[in-house]
């Protein structure tokens, strides 16, 4: 099993999704904290896969870029506005690997972490190529 990170400053928000990921009973370990800086004190010691974050917090490109570089195998997941939807291109470039909005059920966000898990398990398109070379189609 897998463990979760949630990182949202609003403890209210913050609590509703960890109670609502840990009530689906399909990861090892929900956490939380309230900040980018404190993702360091969770993702090693309980071995997190995921971390999803809010979208104010995904603004600090230069945090969120030390914690892909320092957590490399950690899936992200992004949680927008009700109506707003980034696209996937961008998403990539951020280094995040799947959105869901803040109202979103539990099921779904729960669908979402997993798909951030299967997505961090894939390597880049060039590397595929590399790897796979004229035996893999696109």
């Known amino acids: 099993m897998n463990s979760v990170l949630i990182v949202d ?3 209210v928000s913050r609590l509703r999704l960890e109670s609502g990921l840990s009530e ?3 990861f090892s370990g929900v956490f939380s904290c309230g900040s980018l800086s404190e993702v360091d004190r969770f993702v090693p010691v309980y071995k997190v896969s995921v971390i ?3 979208q104010q917090l995904a603004s600090d490109q230069a945090a969120l870029d030390c914690i892909t570089q ?3 195998g950690v899936g992200l997941v992004l949680l927008t506005d009700e ?3 980034i696209d996937e291109a961008l998403l990539s470039a951020l280094g995040i690997h799947a959105q869901t ?3 979103a059920s539990p099921l ?3 669908v979402t972490v997993a798909k951030a898990m299967v997505c961090r398990l894939k390597p880049p398109k060039r590397m595929r190529k590399t790897l796979f070379g004229r035996f893999m189609k696109d």
């Open 108 to 110: 779904e966000l729960m």
């Open 83 to 85: 109506k707003q939807h």
């Open 52 to 54: 999803v974050l809010v």
């Open 70 to 72: 320092a957590y490399p």
């Open 9 to 11: 400053p609003d403890p």
């Open 24 to 26: 689906s009973n399909q």
């Open 101 to 103: 909005s803040t109202t």
